[in-house]
Nanobody
Framework: QVQLVESGGGLVQAGGSLRLSCAASGRTFRSYAMGWFRQAPGREREFVARISRSGAWTSYADSVKGRFPISRDNAKNTVYLQMNSLKPEDTAVYYC???????????????WGQGTQVTVSS
């Protein structure tokens, strides 16, 4: 069992930055690929970014590529999402998730955090 707790959300102006953190419980954090997803009001949850177990591999949704680097610190059991050049359309609840596999679909992720709200004002 892995418990995930996100933090770092908030209200920011367009063009600003936020860094989301996701702290994982347990000693098996490095056994999981990690991902970030988001859900805007009235929309389905969508993939944002993922990172491999070692951190060597990452991939991104086209909408955030070049703006939202994902990273992880296995010694701290934490995954990060640095959000730069934020746009109003980035407003959403952001979730981190842990996967025993390696994918971009929700069903490929085994554990989820409770989410953190990010609001970008214009």
């Amino acid at each position: 069992q892995v418990q995930l707790v996100e933090s770092g959300g908030g209200l920011v102006q367009a063009g600003g930055s936020l860094r989301l953190s996701c702290a994982a419980s347990g000693r098996t954090f490095r056994s999981y690929a990690m991902g970030w997803f988001r859900q805007a009001p009235g929309r389905e949850r969508e993939f944002v970014a993922r990172i491999s177990r070692s951190g060597a591999w990452t991939s991104y949704a086209d909408s955030v590529k070049g703006r939202f680097p994902i990273s992880r610190d296995n010694a701290k059991n934490t995954v990060y999402l640095q959000m730069n050049s934020l746009k109003p359309e980035d407003t959403a609840v952001y979730y981190c998730a842990a996967s025993e596999g390696w994918g971009t679909q929700e069903h490929e992720y085994n554990y989820w955090g409770q989410g953190t709200q990010v609001t970008v004002s214009s």
